[in-house]
């Protein structure tokens, strides 16, 4: 394999660093009174010096700090240029390839994992790549069989949802944040909760699986052989060659994408905080109707939010409801719970008290959390809301609380959710109870539950050449009979004692239990995974051996982890497009 002469090899800086920048930006943060996202600032002209060499004068360029969404990576002057075509992408690339560069795609920084750039790494040699000035068209091409959406890789959700909505169409499911671009949804496979109700008939153009199985097509920036340069091609889904790009985890660059869009449809959207969660993760066989499964079954999308060291946790539960129920609220925009998108002084206080190291206040915390969503429900009249499907799926704002999570898709039969979440739920407060009588409290953020369909080729109406090679949600064709992943999340604020051992702890417990005719697990892109004791995305053995088997088992030989791996090195065979973490997770 052919490495170009600005390629970093891998080294120990993927691991998150302690960085001083991490505890006075959470501190300053707490004293706001809210722990929230906000831009990162560009650096001062007189700061940027050294221009990359023989950069195309046609292209703007300038330095400016990077930080993903948790503030765990940083990187403080790195060069980053604005592409106002694809053509200009295709620029961009060809002239790295000449110069020694490495070129990385940049959209909203809404991410947690080292796929743009790795904590520690230096901005030596790295150009980013801004999509979200200039790469945002959107062109709806409806109505069809199916009807479908043209967008740019800069387009973000919310403006890609709402001009579908004003079209009359929208998706079954999507990331609950809207601040994210298409390309990046796409590259790691982003997903909502959904899987079809008992008794539900699926709506054409859509899909229960993740954004990227409804990809018609797209365009992505590849080297050709022929002419010795990168070009601009474009993959149809019913050819094979496209099956390693649909899900790439950033060792590609898709300039366009055309997806597939179905009717648009109402929900319903209510929210329990009056179920304990003995009932709600009960054993299978007991808690009656008041299960986490007789919820999916009922209505087939539903979430929970669990804060630690509480009895009932935050249920969502969306139903398609093409009629407003009496009782519920008719809204017209996303973003209803208000009461999540900051945080009140009484919580902001008990931050900055976990940040200077008391953790014995991580009970209060997790209360109070739940005391302001209970409240927040009641006071802001958002306990059943009704509306088009964009204004419920959409409810996590920039200014919400910064955390880290880790993740996991468990790959089982529908049969099998409820004793899915029951055994985590119980593993999961068992640890935290062993954790706390040592008195360490490494979680401080919530547990999160979500349970999606799988990238079933068939809900795409075109010709397909099969499911995303790198998805978490493709299909096993050695187990037919599992048709759900149960997703499975826990937050925590950077830097929290501890809590880099507590998610090795639950890693290592997760693969070693959800396993042979039983489920499966890969994990969540765009989480956290791969840890030890002191670091994320750290172990060599589930970097190199671990997730690799995971795409590997139960695959068609020439149609697995390896071949997706052939694919993108075929496409970019330099690495341009790729960094030092990504050197090791897709060699």
């Given at each position: 394999m052919t490495r170009h002469q600005g390629s970093?090899?891998?080294?120990?800086?993927?691991?998150?660093?302690?960085?001083?920048?991490?505890?006075?930006?959470?501190?300053?943060?707490?004293?706001?009174?809210?722990?929230?996202?906000?831009?990162?600032?560009?650096?001062?002209?007189?700061?940027?010096?050294?221009?990359?060499?023989?950069?195309?004068?046609?292209?703007?360029?300038?330095?400016?700090?990077?930080?993903?969404?948790?503030?765990?990576?940083?990187?403080?002057?790195?060069?980053?240029?604005?592409?106002?075509?694809?053509?200009?992408?295709?620029?961009?690339?060809?002239?790295?390839?000449?110069?020694?560069?490495?070129?990385?795609?940049?959209?909203?920084?809404?991410?947690?994992?080292?796929?743009?750039?790795?904590?520690?790494?230096?901005?030596?040699?790295?150009?980013?790549?801004?999509?979200?000035?200039?790469?945002?068209?959107?062109?709806?091409?409806?109505?069809?069989?199916?009807?479908?959406?043209v967008a740019q890789a800069g387009v973000t959700m919310d403006v890609l949802l709402a001009t579908l909505e004003q079209a009359g169409y929208g998706l079954t499911a999507t990331p609950a944040p809207g601040d994210l671009t298409i390309g990046g949804v796409l590259a790691i496979d982003g997903h909502?909760?959904?899987?079809?109700?008992?008794?539900?008939?699926?709506?054409?153009?859509?899909?229960?699986g993740s954004v990227s199985n409804l990809i018609v097509s797209l365009t992505a920036v590849v080297w050709d052989p022929s002419s010795g340069q990168y070009i601009l091609r474009?993959?149809?889904?019913?050819?094979?060659?496209?099956?390693?790009?649909?899900?790439?985890?950033?060792?590609?660059?898709?300039?366009?994408?055309?997806?597939?869009?179905?009717?648009?449809?109402?929900?319903?959207?209510?929210?329990?905080?009056?179920?304990?969660?003995?009932?709600?993760?009960?054993?299978?066989?007991?808690?009656?109707?008041?299960?986490?499964?007789?919820?999916?079954?009922?209505?087939?999308?539903?979430?929970?939010?669990?804060?630690?060291?509480?009895?009932?946790?935050?249920?969502?539960?969306?139903?398609v409801s093409p009629t407003k129920p009496l009782s519920a609220r008719e809204v017209d925009s996303p973003y209803n719970y208000v009461f999540s998108d900051t945080i009140p002084k009484v919580a902001s206080n008990l931050i900055s008290e976990i940040e200077a190291g008391n953790g014995a206040v991580t009970p209060t915390f997790g209360q109070t959390q739940y005391s302001i969503v209970s409240a927040g429900l009641v006071s802001t009249d958002t306990m059943d809301i009704w509306g088009w499907s964009k204004n419920l799926l959409l409810y996590i704002r920039p200014t919400t609380l910064r955390v880290t999570a880790n993740g996991?898709?468990?790959?089982?039969?529908?049969?099998?959710?409820?004793?899915?979440?029951?055994?985590?739920?119980?593993?999961?407060?068992?640890?935290?109870?062993?954790?706390?009588?040592?008195?360490?409290?490494?979680?401080?953020?919530?547990?999160?539950?979500?349970?999606?369909?799988?990238?079933?080729?068939?809900?795409?109406?075109?010709?397909?050449?099969?499911?995303?090679?790198?998805?978490?949600?493709?299909?096993?064709?050695?187990?037919?009979?599992?048709?759900?992943?149960?997703?499975?999340?826990?937050?925590?604020?950077?830097g929290t004692p501890q809590a880099d051992q507590f998610y090795c702890d639950l890693e290592t417990w997760i693969f070693g239990n959800y396993t042979g005719s039983y489920a499966a697990v890969r994990p969540e892109w765009s989480k956290g995974w791969a840890y030890t004791n002191s670091a994320t995305w750290a172990d060599p053995t589930v970097l190199t051996s671990t997730i690799p088997n995971a795409y590997r088992v139960g695959q068609m030989v020439g149609d697995d982890w390896d071949a997706a791996i052939g694919a993108l090195d075929a496409y970019d065979p330099h690495h341009i497009f790729a960094n030092a973490f990504l050197d090791t997770l897709l060699p």
């Open positions: 970093q090899e891998p080294d120990s800086s993927f691991a998150r660093t302690n960085s001083l920048s991490r505890r006075q930006f959470l501190a300053g943060a707490a004293a706001l009174g809210a722990v929230g996202w906000t831009p990162v600032f560009g650096v001062t002209s007189a700061a940027a010096s050294q221009t990359p060499p023989n950069f195309p004068a046609s292209i703007a360029l300038y330095k400016q700090a990077f930080q993903n969404w948790s503030g765990e990576i940083m990187v403080d002057d790195v060069w980053t240029c604005v592409p106002q075509t694809s053509d200009d992408v295709v620029t961009v690339a060809n002239w790295a390839l000449a110069n020694g560069y490495r070129i990385r795609p940049r959209g909203m920084g809404h991410t947690w994992t080292p796929l743009t750039v790795p904590a520690g790494s230096s901005s030596a040699n790295v150009v980013l790549v801004d999509t979200t000035q200039h790469l945002t068209t959107v062109t709806i091409n409806g109505p069809g069989s199916p009807a479908t959406v909502g909760t959904a899987i079809p109700a008992q008794g539900e008939t699926p709506v054409p153009g859509h899909t229960y474009t993959f149809a889904r019913s050819d094979p060659a496209t099956r390693a790009l649909l899900v790439h985890i950033g060792r590609t660059f898709v300039t366009e994408v055309t997806l597939q869009v179905g009717i648009n449809t109402r929900l319903r959207c209510q929210s329990r905080v009056d179920i304990s969660a003995a009932t709600l993760f009960a054993a299978p066989g007991s808690g009656g109707s008041q299960t986490f499964a007789s919820f999916v079954e009922s209505a087939g999308r539903v979430e929970t939010i669990w804060f630690p060291f509480t009895s009932n946790p935050w249920l969502k539960v969306w139903t996991y898709a468990v790959l089982t039969n529908r049969g099998n959710i409820q004793r899915v979440v029951s055994e985590f739920a119980a593993y999961y407060q068992s640890r935290l109870a062993a954790y706390q009588a040592q008195g360490s409290y490494p979680v401080n953020g919530a547990m999160e539950i979500r349970v999606t369909g799988l990238d079933v080729p068939g809900d795409v109406e075109v010709p397909s050449a099969g499911s995303p090679q790198l998805s978490a949600l493709r299909p096993r064709p050695d187990h037919p009979e599992w048709n759900v992943a149960v997703w499975l999340d826990v937050l925590t604020i950077p």
